[in-house]
């Protein structure tokens, strides 16, 4: 994705693998920027990215963010070629599922903000960075965008477990039990993303929603905001999500962990690659996956 024509957010802090623009007044946009790694989520990404939204919080200029990935896609999830608990920007208690306590506490932070975060999904969102944009409090995608959770085929469950609670059984059974990719139009349409768009209209459609949001006083939008989280904590979804994180340290003790951590980065990549499908209403057969150069290695 090539930048839009945006002001540099004044007086922001400058961040090593994020870049910070004004497009619209009372909007900042956050780019993740690493393209060469297709922008994979590594534990100083993690840190600048929970900085500048905590700034942007504590900022009266700023009233919404848009979240983004530079290059070819939103992010292709956690870097599996670094150490993700190596100096953490939180503390999660030691032993079994610490790092997906950390993820856990990561994502709700986002779930905890005063002000909104828009997720802008172009090109590909792959396992850990589809936990980020579920973090998100609305995601659009770009209709031909690809959404993908295949560590479930070698590894384990997500770290932060979304699907049941964002997109009801059936659908997130499917996806769990096959780690099959969805387009952006499925995503829209199971509710993993508020609406699609052709792609060459995301950005503009995007930032119009952004425009609007930040017409409205940021008193308001964060008793707005938070209605919403306390009716899904009412309704037990936080508690559900992060019972998720006992599962996933169990799943670590696997035979399929165990082969899995071997060689992380190869296995993703293994199943991130395109699958046949029996597609009942064509009649035919096609293709579902992910391409081979999702991952960063």
Not at 160 to 185: K, N
Request: hydrophobic residues 40%; proline residues 6%.
């Amino acid at each position: 994705m090539t930048n839009q024509a945006s002001a540099p957010a004044d007086g922001a802090p400058s961040y090593e693998f994020l870049l910070v623009n004004t497009p619209a007044e009372g909007v900042r946009q956050v780019t993740l920027n690493r393209p060469d790694k297709r922008n994979a989520i590594s534990t100083p990404l993690r840190a600048e990215l929970l900085h500048a939204l905590r700034a942007h919080d504590n900022d009266p200029r700023v009233r919404v963010t848009i979240l983004r990935g530079a290059g070819a896609c939103f992010s292709s999830g956690y870097d599996l070629s670094s150490s993700l608990m190596e100096d953490p920007p939180l503390y999660s208690a030691p032993g079994d599922g610490q790092w997906a306590r950390q993820a856990n506490d990561t994502w709700f932070s986002l779930w905890d903000l005063a002000k909104p975060v828009i997720a802008q999904i172009h090109g590909y969102a792959i396992a850990g960075a589809t936990e980020l944009a579920s973090a998100c409090d609305l995601v659009y995608v770009a209709e031909d965008a690809r959404i993908s959770y295949p560590v479930v085929r070698v590894a384990s469950p997500p770290d932060w477990q979304y699907h049941t609670v964002l997109l009801g059984l059936r659908r997130a059974m499917e996806l769990m039990l096959t780690g099959d990719a969805i387009d952006g139009v499925e995503a829209a349409h199971i509710g993993f993303a508020n609406r699609a768009f052709p792609a060459d209209r995301l950005a503009e459609e995007v930032l119009a929603v952004a425009v609007r949001i930040a017409g409205v006083p940021s008193d308001l939008t964060q008793i707005n905001k938070r209605s919403v989280h306390r009716a899904f904590d009412v309704w037990g979804a936080r508690a559900a999500i992060r019972a998720g994180t006992e599962l996933q340290a169990l799943a670590a003790h696997t035979e399929s962990a165990g082969r899995f951590r071997e060689n992380a980065l190869d296995a993703v990549k293994k199943a991130s690659r395109p699958l046949w499908k029996w597609c009942p209403g064509q009649r035919k057969l096609s293709i579902t996956g992910m391409p081979d150069c999702c991952y960063s290695d």
